[in-house]
């Protein structure tokens, strides 16, 4: 019931030298969870605040459930958008209750049907006991889940959400972040959200949209976005990638730590770049081999390697917890990824690391 | 007040201190608070002492009307205050007029000049019969014109709000500047309309500023004597100065003291009741500052409001004053009287004015330190009481002050009673609660990392005090210091009451022939005192992020 429909969506300030979004398209329907991703910057919140009506579009056209909101001389108000919104700061009422402060969206509405709603939405987020409470004697997570109740309140058309859970710590973030979301799939909200955090991302998204310099780079499952970046950028951001050297020959792809079984993509030439994450690549030690170890970070789980190759080339690798080997020793790297690996044209951005 | 409300108002939620407790501190602070709080006790003293007849003839007479009449006067002029204030503030902080980043300063500046001198100053250009505008129009037209008259209620009320608006102007100013533009946004999102938001969340938002700007206008209005007195409109304070300086009636200008100072304690009271249990400060993180509005088609009514406010209460005073001085120097015998009043001149004027109002703040800071020090270095619920005490002066207009210290001064300190000294005891009295507060402010504000840090480098606590601690606090307390020097510029009634014969300040100078119909005599004077309130006005303004900043 509930899509939202973005078509060249246009938007420059005139305090800056690029457009803060530039051409962005995408639609989303019924229920799903989008999470606008991308460095600060990158225009994913201005996308956000253009849908919500709080900036005007220079071009381009928004639709809400089909209905034309914003194109080339229409603009529907915020308030006329049926739009919810959950800030940054959240920025609960300082003047007004809890309770107050979810009331507000419901004006209009019959005094027990205000009453009914409100309490159902304080009982969703387990605020009932806070309800008379003003929002300067909230802890930083009820605060957080009762700025997003009263933009639930009025039964949004859809919920935008602006960096939800930066204000938050990282305890609390997990926890709450877990409570959105299912109280999001409960009720079958459609949300858009903004994050820069690509762990965040993945974990609430049933989708993803990569932003980068205004533009929407890449939109996906996460697992897509994960397995099949479509640009370089995308491949450094989602999992910070390294950027190895490699020739397509025939229908492999030669690079210094192996051959690969898989073509280089139609038209492309035959000096490539492939993307390798630290899952992708292991290595044994050996006198002779190809490089050395650099670093281990000690991450609990893992242990994070870093190599440098006898080229020069930085490479990270995932090993055991357990597995703990000195630093400067020789080893032989190579890929172990069981999967497909990401490649790009050289000298198109890369940037290795 | 003005700058330490704003400043208070932003730093938010209680946070940890850097404790300094001696039990010398606690004993200075303490005879501080009882030096100012003497004064008052002694009023209510008399008050509650005075004759029962004094009561039942002031009960039955006159109570009564000044009652209404104050109250009448405190209301319109607050409520007049609050929407200039509000309107010029939500106009120059929000709106794309132009020129706003002078007009912050044009339109905060009239509370330089002293009421009584704009009352002067319309007095004599519109009184009903023999005002210099109506006598212009009879000689132009032949027969007389209908003007507007100053005097009485409605033009008491004008003048006043002219001269006090910048209070309300300033504090919600600040508050609108520190709204978070999210704050708007979500009511917007949640349905409001532009209109909307404006009048259920922004103007909610800013009610603490609003409110603290109305209470220093309500106060002011309270502790005004001379306007009222020149403009025939009897309030408190002005019967009691009839009481005392006319009737030598103490008794009965006692009761009355009671009565208005009682007065001054309910609305102190009532502020911090309205206020309630909403606490506005908000988080500094991610501030954005609200979108400016385009004001299109309201943009001219706009700019004749703030130009029509700027005229009346700036440029019409101030450009009359200095045509009538250039006409004081432009003729000898004025200029001769200017310069020698008896034994007198300009010149002693601006030394007795300069001199009493500077030592005043001397004094006002340096008392207002170790309070300070008191309630913010080791706070207790008796650290907190001394800190209230001393500022009770707020409530306790110039007449009072004045009405108390005639009596304790001749019975307790006679060999003060006829010097100069009472006139900067006075000042100091009723101003030292904007030393406390400013010095508070600067103490709460001083990150508890410095003294901790001094400490940790081998510094006893007084040398932590007196190297760190002083020196960073300094440019609040020089704020302070000259909020006081301003105020005590401006003080008339307990000048007036309190002088020893023949020592004139300027304050006194103007409103003598302003009240003799000496204007011209008067207006270089008048200038005086204006550009001195000015340069002390300026220099608190330009702390002010309200003033200082872009946009």
């Given at each position: 019931m509930s899509r939202v429909d973005i078509q060249n969506l246009n938007k420059h300030f005139a305090t800056a030298e690029v457009s803060a979004v530039n051409d962005v398209s995408f639609g989303l329907g019924d229920g799903k969870i989008l999470a606008l991703v991308g460095p600060s910057g990158s225009g994913k919140t201005t996308t956000l605040r253009l849908i919500a009506g709080l900036e005007r579009p220079d071009a381009g056209v928004i639709r809400l459930n089909g209905k034309v909101v914003a194109a080339e001389g229409v603009f529907v108000p915020p308030e006329r958008r049926g739009v919810g919104m959950v800030f940054q700061d959240h920025a609960l009422f300082p003047h007004l209750t809890v309770y107050e402060n979810i009331a507000f969206g419901l004006r209009g509405r019959k005094n027990a049907e205000i009453r009914t709603t409100v309490n159902e939405m304080l009982g969703l987020v387990g605020l009932e006991r806070m309800a008379g409470r003003y929002p300067h004697?909230?802890?930083?997570?009820?605060?957080?889940?009762?700025?997003?109740?009263?933009?639930?309140?009025?039964?949004?058309?859809?919920?935008?959400?602006?960096?939800?859970?930066?204000?938050?710590?990282?305890?609390?973030?997990?926890?709450?972040?877990?409570?959105?979301?299912?109280?999001?799939?409960?009720?079958?909200?459609?949300?858009?959200?903004?994050?820069?955090?690509?762990?965040?991302?993945?974990?609430?998204?049933?989708?993803?949209?990569?932003?980068?310099?205004?533009?929407?780079e890449q939109m996906g499952t996460p697992e897509q976005i994960f397995h099949s970046p479509e640009t370089p950028f995308v491949a450094e951001f989602m999992g910070a990638s390294d950027f190895l050297e490699g020739r397509a020959v025939a229908e492999q792809i030669r690079t210094e730590i192996g051959t690969l079984p898989q073509p280089a993509p139609k038209g492309m030439s035959d000096r490539v770049q492939v993307a390798l994450r630290a899952d992708d690549v292991d290595f044994v030690l050996a006198a002779a081999g190809n490089g050395m170890i650099v670093e281990r970070l000690f991450l609990g789980a893992f242990n994070l390697y870093r190599l440098r190759l006898d080229s020069g080339q930085a490479l990270h690798a995932f090993k055991g917890h357990t597995e703990i080997l000195p630093i400067g020793s020789r080893v032989e790297a190579f890929v172990c990824a069981g999967h497909p690996l990401a490649v790009f044209e050289d000298g198109n951005g890369v940037g290795g690391r | 007040m003005l700058m330490q409300k704003i400043q208070v108002y932003r730093s938010g939620a209680v946070r940890r201190v850097f404790e300094f407790k001696a039990p010398w501190l606690a004993l200075t602070a303490g005879a501080v608070a009882v030096f100012v709080a003497i004064p008052l006790l002694y009023i209510f003293l008399r008050a509650v002492g005075a004759d029962e007849t004094a009561w039942q003839r002031l009960l039955q007479t006159r109570i009564w009307r000044l009652l209404g009449n104050t109250l009448a006067l405190v209301a319109a002029v607050t409520g007049g205050a609050c929407v200039i204030g509000v309107g010029l503030a939500w106009l120059t902080e929000r709106t794309d007029l132009p020129g706003r980043r002078a007009l912050r300063w044009l339109l905060a500046l009239p509370l330089a000049i002293p009421a009584y001198i704009g009352g002067m100053v319309y007095l004599t250009l519109l009184r009903p019969r023999g005002g210099l505008i109506p006598q212009a129009l009879e000689d132009l037209f032949g027969q007389q014109v209908a003007t507007p008259s100053p005097l009485g209620f409605w033009g008491a009320a004008f003048i006043l709000t002219l001269f006090t608006y910048p209070y309300v102007y300033l504090l919600s100013g600040a508050a609108l500047r520190s709204l978070h533009a999210s704050m708007e946004e979500a009511a917007r999102t949640l349905g409001r309309t532009a209109w909307g938001t404006f009048w259920q969340v922004t103007l909610p938002s800013i009610f603490p500023g609003v409110m603290a700007g109305a209470l220093l206008v309500a106060l002011d209005i309270l502790a005004e004597y001379g306007t009222v007195a020149l403009l025939r409109y009897e309030t408190f304070s002005s019967a009691i100065f009839v009481q005392l300086a006319g009737r030598y009636d103490r008794s009965s200008a006692a009761v009355l003291s009671s009565v208005l100072v009682g007065l001054a304690m309910i609305l102190l009271w009532a502020e911090l009741w309205i206020r309630g249990p909403r606490r506005f400060t908000q988080m500094e993180s991610n501030w954005r500052p609200a979108r400016r509005v385009a004001l299109g088609r309201w943009r001219l009514p706009a700019i004749f409001f703030v130009a029509?406010?700027?005229?009346?209460?700036?440029?019409?005073?101030?450009?009359?004053?200095?045509?009538?001085?250039?006409?004081?120097?432009?003729?000898?015998?004025?200029?001769?009287?200017?310069?020698?009043?008896?034994?007198?001149?300009?010149?002693?004027?601006?030394?007795?004015?300069?001199?009493?109002?500077?030592?005043?703040?001397?004094?006002?800071?340096?008392?207002?330190?170790?309070?300070?020090?008191?309630?913010?270095?080791?706070?207790?619920?008796?650290?907190?009481?001394?800190?209230?005490?001393?500022?009770?002066?707020?409530?306790?207009?110039?007449?009072?002050?004045?009405?108390?210290?005639?009596?304790?001064?001749?019975?307790?300190?006679?060999?003060?009673?006829?010097?100069?000294?009472?006139?900067?005891?006075?000042?100091?009295?009723?101003?030292?609660?904007?030393?406390?507060?400013?010095?508070?402010?600067?103490?709460?504000?001083?990150?508890?990392?410095?003294?901790?840090?001094?400490?940790?480098?081998?510094?006893?606590?007084?040398?932590?005090?007196?190297?760190?601690?002083?020196?960073?606090?300094?440019?609040?307390?020089?704020?302070?210091?000259?909020?006081?020097?301003?105020?005590?510029?401006?003080?008339?009634?307990?000048?007036?009451?309190?002088?020893?014969?023949?020592?004139?300040?300027?304050?006194?100078?103007?409103?003598?022939?302003?009240?003799?119909?000496?204007?011209?005599?008067?207006?270089?004077?008048?200038?005086?005192?204006?550009?001195?309130?000015?340069?002390?006005?300026?220099?608190?303004?330009?702390?002010?992020?309200?003033?200082?900043?872009?946009?």
């Amino acid at each position: 019931m509930s899509r939202v429909d973005i078509q060249n969506l246009n938007k420059h300030f005139a305090t800056a030298e690029v457009s803060a979004v530039n051409d962005v398209s995408f639609g989303l329907g019924d229920g799903k969870i989008l999470a606008l991703v991308g460095p600060s910057g990158s225009g994913k919140t201005t996308t956000l605040r253009l849908i919500a009506g709080l900036e005007r579009p220079d071009a381009g056209v928004i639709r809400l459930n089909g209905k034309v909101v914003a194109a080339e001389g229409v603009f529907v108000p915020p308030e006329r958008r049926g739009v919810g919104m959950v800030f940054q700061d959240h920025a609960l009422f300082p003047h007004l209750t809890v309770y107050e402060n979810i009331a507000f969206g419901l004006r209009g509405r019959k005094n027990a049907e205000i009453r009914t709603t409100v309490n159902e939405m304080l009982g969703l987020v387990g605020l009932e006991r806070m309800a008379g409470r003003y929002p300067h004697a909230l802890s930083g997570g009820e605060r957080q889940r009762a700025a997003l109740v009263r933009a639930l309140a009025p039964r949004p058309v859809l919920l935008l959400m602006d960096e939800p859970f930066s204000s938050l710590d990282a305890d609390l973030r997990r926890e709450v972040r877990q409570q959105v979301r299912s109280i999001l799939k409960m009720l079958q909200a459609t949300v858009i959200f903004v994050t820069h955090d690509q762990e965040e991302a993945l974990y609430m998204g049933d989708l993803l949209a990569v932003f980068h310099q205004g533009m929407l780079e890449q939109m996906g499952t996460p697992e897509q976005i994960f397995h099949s970046p479509e640009t370089p950028f995308v491949a450094e951001f989602m999992g910070a990638s390294d950027f190895l050297e490699g020739r397509a020959v025939a229908e492999q792809i030669r690079t210094e730590i192996g051959t690969l079984p898989q073509p280089a993509p139609k038209g492309m030439s035959d000096r490539v770049q492939v993307a390798l994450r630290a899952d992708d690549v292991d290595f044994v030690l050996a006198a002779a081999g190809n490089g050395m170890i650099v670093e281990r970070l000690f991450l609990g789980a893992f242990n994070l390697y870093r190599l440098r190759l006898d080229s020069g080339q930085a490479l990270h690798a995932f090993k055991g917890h357990t597995e703990i080997l000195p630093i400067g020793s020789r080893v032989e790297a190579f890929v172990c990824a069981g999967h497909p690996l990401a490649v790009f044209e050289d000298g198109n951005g890369v940037g290795g690391r | 007040m003005l700058m330490q409300k704003i400043q208070v108002y932003r730093s938010g939620a209680v946070r940890r201190v850097f404790e300094f407790k001696a039990p010398w501190l606690a004993l200075t602070a303490g005879a501080v608070a009882v030096f100012v709080a003497i004064p008052l006790l002694y009023i209510f003293l008399r008050a509650v002492g005075a004759d029962e007849t004094a009561w039942q003839r002031l009960l039955q007479t006159r109570i009564w009307r000044l009652l209404g009449n104050t109250l009448a006067l405190v209301a319109a002029v607050t409520g007049g205050a609050c929407v200039i204030g509000v309107g010029l503030a939500w106009l120059t902080e929000r709106t794309d007029l132009p020129g706003r980043r002078a007009l912050r300063w044009l339109l905060a500046l009239p509370l330089a000049i002293p009421a009584y001198i704009g009352g002067m100053v319309y007095l004599t250009l519109l009184r009903p019969r023999g005002g210099l505008i109506p006598q212009a129009l009879e000689d132009l037209f032949g027969q007389q014109v209908a003007t507007p008259s100053p005097l009485g209620f409605w033009g008491a009320a004008f003048i006043l709000t002219l001269f006090t608006y910048p209070y309300v102007y300033l504090l919600s100013g600040a508050a609108l500047r520190s709204l978070h533009a999210s704050m708007e946004e979500a009511a917007r999102t949640l349905g409001r309309t532009a209109w909307g938001t404006f009048w259920q969340v922004t103007l909610p938002s800013i009610f603490p500023g609003v409110m603290a700007g109305a209470l220093l206008v309500a106060l002011d209005i309270l502790a005004e004597y001379g306007t009222v007195a020149l403009l025939r409109y009897e309030t408190f304070s002005s019967a009691i100065f009839v009481q005392l300086a006319g009737r030598y009636d103490r008794s009965s200008a006692a009761v009355l003291s009671s009565v208005l100072v009682g007065l001054a304690m309910i609305l102190l009271w009532a502020e911090l009741w309205i206020r309630g249990p909403r606490r506005f400060t908000q988080m500094e993180s991610n501030w954005r500052p609200a979108r400016r509005v385009a004001l299109g088609r309201w943009r001219l009514p706009a700019i004749f409001f703030v130009a029509g406010v700027a005229f009346f209460s700036l440029a019409a005073p101030l450009g009359v004053l200095v045509v009538w001085s250039f006409q004081a120097f432009t003729d000898g015998q004025v200029l001769e009287a200017v310069f020698r009043t008896g034994s007198q001149g300009l010149g002693s004027f601006v030394w007795n004015s300069l001199w009493t109002s500077l030592l005043a703040a001397a004094l006002a800071v340096t008392l207002s330190v170790p309070v300070a020090l008191f309630s913010i270095r080791s706070p207790s619920r008796v650290s907190r009481f001394v800190s209230r005490f001393c500022q009770v002066g707020y409530a306790i207009p110039g007449v009072v002050i004045a009405l108390s210290l005639v009596l304790l001064v001749n019975r307790l300190l006679p060999f003060l009673y006829a010097t100069p000294l009472v006139v900067v005891m006075a000042y100091v009295l009723r101003h030292m609660p904007q030393a406390t507060r400013s010095s508070e402010a600067a103490l709460y504000q001083l990150s508890p990392t410095f003294e901790e840090a001094a400490r940790s480098l081998g510094r006893t606590p007084q040398q932590t005090l007196i190297q760190v601690t002083l020196p960073l606090i300094l440019p609040g307390l020089l704020a302070g210091g000259s909020l006081v020097f301003l105020t005590s510029l401006k003080e008339l009634p307990a000048t007036l009451l309190l002088r020893p014969p023949g020592f004139d300040t300027l304050a006194v100078r103007v409103w003598v022939w302003a009240t003799d119909g000496f204007y011209i005599q008067a207006a270089p004077a008048a200038l005086v005192l204006v550009m001195a309130a000015a340069l002390a006005l300026a220099f608190l303004l330009h702390r002010e992020p309200i003033i200082n900043e872009q946009g």
